[in-house]
C-alpha cells in the first residue's frame, strides 16, 4: 500500500501562491498516476489536476487553468502543485491521491492540507 502526506498549505492573500508537496512512502516502485483533489465546507471533492506516471499527460480544472501548475518527481516520490493568484474561492482542504497507471481511477488518499485564501 501507498501513503500520502500533504504539506505546504496554510492562510494566505487574495493574489498569493502556495506550493502544496505530497510525500508518497510505501510501495512507490509502482507505477501511479497522481491527482490533487480539493473539498469545501458542505461541497462535494473535485478534481483540482492530475498527472501521469510518465508526466507526459496533464489534467487541469477550468477554474484552475492558468493558475495552478502540477508536476512531479518520480525519484522524489513526490508531488507537487503550485498555486498562484490564489482566490478566496480556492478556500479548501485539498488532498494528494494515487491509482494505478492507465486506469483512471485513485485508490490512495492523504489526509488533506488546509488552504485559506483571505479576502
Known amino acids: 500500500q501507498v501513503q500520502l502526506v500533504e504539506s505546504g498549505g496554510g492562510l494566505v492573500q487574495t493574489g498569493g501562491s502556495l506550493r502544496l508537496s505530497c510525500a508518497a512512502s510505501g510501495r512507490t516502485s509502482s507505477n501511479y498516476d497522481m491527482g490533487w483533489f480539493r473539498q469545501a465546507p458542505g461541497k462535494e471533492r473535485d478534481l483540482v489536476a492530475a498527472i501521469t506516471w510518465s508526466g507526459r499527460s496533464i489534467h487541469y480544472a477550468d477554474f484552475v487553468k492558468g493558475r495552478f501548475t502540477i508536476s512531479r518527481d518520480n525519484a522524489k516520490n513526490a508531488v507537487y502543485l503550485q498555486m498562484n493568484s490564489l482566490k478566496p474561492e480556492d478556500t479548501a482542504v485539498y488532498y494528494c491521491?494515487?491509482?494505478?497507471?492507465?486506469?483512471?481511477?485513485?485508490?490512495?488518499w492523504g489526509p488533506g492540507t488546509q488552504v485559506t485564501v483571505s479576502s
Open positions: 491521491a494515487a491509482g494505478s497507471s492507465g486506469r483512471g481511477s485513485f485508490n490512495y
